[in-house]
């Protein structure tokens, strides 16, 4: 089995930072691209930022040079480091990741659970 947990969410003020950590565990033999989504009450779940397995990076126009994704592959981590925060970021953040595991011939998404930030004053 495997599993992603997210963590790092919290209440933070407007221009303020966090710091989400996303750990995978389990049966995995490799990991390809992953990424963190949010989602806000009444709305769809959006890409927020994208790294391969190369390290190549992508991310949401309205998070663009305040965002940064990295990821560990040692440590099966990926971080979303937030800068410059607004209230418009307030959503709940799900890391997601394209895992090949032990126990199937195909690779295949999973999802975190979630970890909630709130920016507010």
């Known amino acids: 089995q495997v599993q992603l947990v997210e963590s790092g969410g919290s209440l933070v003020q407007p221009g303020g930072s966090l710091r989400l950590s996303c750990a995978a565990s389990?049966?995995?033999?490799?990991?390809?691209?992953m990424g963190w989504y949010r989602q806000a009450p009444g709305k769809q779940r959006e890409l927020v930022a994208r790294?391969?397995?190369?390290?190549?990076?992508n991310y949401a126009d309205s998070v663009k040079g305040r965002f940064t994704i990295s990821r560990d592959n040692a440590k099966k981590m990926v971080y979303l480091q937030m800068n410059s925060l607004k209230p418009e970021d307030t959503a709940v953040y799900y890391c997601?990741?394209?895992?090949?595991?032990?126990?199937?011939?195909?690779?295949?998404?999973?999802w975190g659970q979630g970890t909630q930030v709130t920016v507010s004053s």
């Open positions: 997601n990741g394209i895992i090949k595991s032990a126990l199937l011939t195909y690779a295949r998404d999973y």
């Open positions: 790294i391969t397995s190369s390290s190549s990076t």
């Open positions: 389990g049966m995995i033999l490799s990991i390809g691209a």
